[in-house]
């Protein structure tokens, strides 16, 4: 099992650009999320699927869109870059997202910047 | 509102030490509690988690963490670090609101000196 995949690993893109983050998961689960890592604020959540079909804003959703493609993939699109969004964007996936007590399981992450 | 405070944004320490990392959160609900490690250029691995039963939770690497209810902590301690466990760790907090709701914490940096 791969667990948790992404792509890019490594972007560079200039303000105004856009691009697609892709993510995948193999372990057949039903949750998915796009959370962005700064230095000094840990994780937050942009967006999340609680199943196929559905997607939800999370903490910092502006400037970004999400498709989830099927249960296994989850895309992170940023229409036209700015510099704020320089980060590295991590993906994870979880058996579910209701109140219970799901672990997360993390991508190797995508390094982000743009200038 | 809820909230997850890690107390300390790094910690150094010596090889073969104890160390304990900090975490508190604020919740008027009932919680699942995370601690996660990321090693260098790696994504989130989970440690361990408390969801019910005992207090005291053991997870991989000889940590284990302790929740206490009343001062809402879940401590992340280990009695003697190799410096293998450099790593960057958060705190994660699931609060039980009816939807999804997962705080994590802006993490604490563990140094482990030779």
């Known amino acids: 099992n791969a667990g948790v995949t992404q792509t890019p690993k490594f972007q560079v893109l200039k303000t105004g650009q856009s691009m697609t983050l892709q993510c995948a998961q193999d372990?057949?689960?039903?949750?998915m999320y796009w959370y962005r890592q700064d230095p000094g604020m840990g994780l937050r959540l942009i967006y999340y699927?609680?199943?196929?079909?559905?997607?939800d804003k999370g903490e910092v959703p502006n400037g970004y869109n999400v498709s989830r493609l099927n249960k296994r993939e989850f895309s992170l699109r940023l229409e036209s870059a700015a510099p704020s969004q320089t980060s590295v964007y991590f993906c994870?996936?979880?058996?579910?997202?209701?109140?219970?007590?799901?672990?997360?399981?993390f991508g190797p992450g995508t390094r982000l910047t743009v200038t | 509102a809820q909230s997850v405070t890690q107390l300390d944004s790094q910690v150094p320490v010596f090889e073969e030490a104890p160390v304990e990392l900090r975490c508190n959160y604020s919740?008027?609900?009932?919680?699942?509690l995370f601690w996660y490690v990321q090693y260098p250029n790696q994504g989130l691995q989970l440690l361990l988690k408390?969801?019910?039963?005992?207090?005291l939770v053991k997870g991989i690497n000889g940590f284990e963490a302790e929740f206490n209810k009343s001062q809402t902590s879940f401590h992340l301690r280990k009695p003697s670090v190799h410096i293998s466990d450099t790593a960057e760790y958060f705190c994660?907090?699931?609060?039980?609101?009816?939807?999804?709701?997962?705080?994590f914490g802006a993490g604490t940096r563990l140094f482990v000196k030779a």
């Open positions: 699927s609680a199943s196929e079909g559905t997607t």
């Open positions: 994870a996936s979880s058996e579910g997202s209701g109140s219970r007590g799901y672990e997360q399981y």
């Open positions: 408390y969801l019910s039963g005992s207090t």
């Open positions: 994660a907090v699931t609060f039980n609101t009816g939807g999804f709701k997962t705080i």
């Open positions: 372990m057949n689960h039903n949750s």
């Open positions: 919740s008027s609900v009932s919680v699942y």
